[in-house]
């Protein structure tokens, strides 16, 4: 349990200070995560206990901009920029953060990615808590050809989250698409 409890109503605390509009998304996808990978206009899953929370960070910074006139209440049209990488451009660079809510620093542990994919080009796909110091993270190639899904454990001693190579499951494609695995639970 906490020590300091959070009820409906309350001051909200800050999480994170590093986002940015069009750069940085912290928990909320970008727009080709909340289109194509997630399907959800949220990137942050609550433990069972609510002990932490996961939420992913997306990096548009190389992302190409796409400007589009958005017809509104104003006599005139407004301009509209925002990251939409189309294919061969470069993706948003992704990563799974956790913070201990009940740890008064809410320090950002990093989710590392799986080394058989970390130096391509990868996506994130979907975080599904097991236990309130367990959870699976799915991680697939941007082409989708290979996917891991990696059981990551809360490392009390080290405050960091470890997910060892023999908790993985891994699936591999010559032929085609590889599938991810979304739970809405």
Known sequence: MCPERHEPGQSSSQLTNDGKENEIFNGIPDWVYEEEM?????????????KFIAFVQFNDNDVPLIEYSLYGEDQ??????IPYPKAG?????????????????????????????????YCFSWV??????????QWVTRIQNISVISI????????????PKNY??????????????????
């Open 128 to 137: 599904t808590w097991i236990l309130d110091e367990r959870l699976s993270v």
């Open 76 to 81: 005139y049209p407004k301009t509209v920029k």
């Open 89 to 121: 451009a470069k993706n948003p660079e992704v990563k799974v953060f956790i913070v201990r809510v009940d740890d008064p620093s809410y320090t950002k542990m990093q989710v590392p990615v799986p080394s058989l994919i970390s130096s391509s080009e």
């Open 168 to 185: 993985q499951h891994v699936e591999a494609s010559k032929t085609g698409w590889i599938g991810v695995f979304v739970s809405h639970s």
């Open 38 to 50: 997630l399907g959800s206009k949220y990137a942050i899953w609550w433990s069972p206990n609510s």
């Open 152 to 163: 990551c454990d809360y490392e009390r001693g080290s405050n960091k989250w470890i997910c």
